[in-house]
């Protein structure tokens, strides 16, 4: 059974980087043809996908955030990071790690969320 | 890349069917057949119900069931049960590899 766990600072103030991981337990996260995702959720709102990583190392961000953020893979400790830079109050949110099975949207197993809340 | 359109809310009594509409644009929904569907409790992480318009992955009820058509994707509800009364999100691959999902549906069962 995969499962992921999320990791950060809970409060980050505007304008520095928000950065996360997610440790994955049970399999090698460089092995097979998974990708590594990030998704966030504002409070009492929708989903946004932020980007994932294949098991090779290939990243695709979603355009809207390209030029902030950076999605990388640490095998030596079998997790994989989130970097979201300049951030502002719109950046609140929970922000989940999740495998996406197939790469087009298969996302099977989620960690259980992480509150990260950008204020002074 | 603009968010999919989903009700806002929708209803139903125990027992009864219902169908949640998810509507894009030929440059997700409506060119592609990688349309999931995520239910979420509320305080818990989405659990995918339906991936590629209409496969169930193994342990989800085959009470839910996924189907498109034109840039509107579909996940109906039977059998309607209160353990069902949560959060619903659709999801679209969409050009240039990004995905987008929908505002999301409440799902009150009365």
């Known amino acids: 059974q995969v499962q992921l766990q999320e990791s950060g600072p809970g409060l980050v103030k505007p304008s520095q980087t928000l950065s996360l991981t997610c440790i994955v337990s049970?399999?090698?996260?460089?092995?097979?043809?998974?990708?590594w995702s990030w998704i966030r959720q504002p409070p009492g709102k929708g989903l946004e996908w932020l980007g994932y990583?294949?098991?090779?190392?290939?990243?695709y961000y979603n355009p809207s955030l390209k030029s902030r953020v950076t999605i990388s893979l640490d095998t030596s400790k079998n997790l994989f990071s989130l970097n979201l830079s300049s951030v502002t109050a719109a950046d609140t949110a929970i922000y989940y790690c999740?495998?996406?099975?197939?790469?087009?949207?298969?996302?099977?197993?989620w960690g259980q969320g992480t509150l990260v809340t950008v204020s002074s | 890349q603009s968010a999919l359109t989903q009700p806002a809310s929708v209803s139903g009594s125990p027992g009864q069917s219902i169908t949640i509409s998810c509507t894009g644009s030929?440059?997700?929904?409506?060119?592609?057949?990688?349309v999931s569907w995520y239910q979420q409790h509320p305080g818990k992480a989405p659990k995918l119900m339906i991936y590629?318009?209409?496969k169930r992955p193994s342990g989800v009820s085959d009470r839910f069931s996924g189907s498109k058509s034109g840039s509107t994707a579909s996940l109906t509800i039977s059998g309607l049960q209160a353990e069902d009364e949560a959060d619903y999100y659709c999801?679209?691959?969409?050009?240039?590899?990004?995905?987008?999902f929908g505002g999301g549906t409440k799902l009150t069962v009365l």
């Open positions: 999740a495998r996406d099975r197939s790469g087009y949207g298969h996302l099977d197993y």
């Open positions: 049970s399999g090698s996260i460089s092995s097979g043809d998974y990708y």
């Open positions: 990583i294949h098991s090779s190392g290939s990243t």
């Open positions: 030929s440059s997700d929904v409506g060119t592609y057949k990688f």
């Open positions: 590629e318009v209409s």
């Open positions: 999801c679209s691959y969409a050009n240039s590899i990004t995905f987008v």
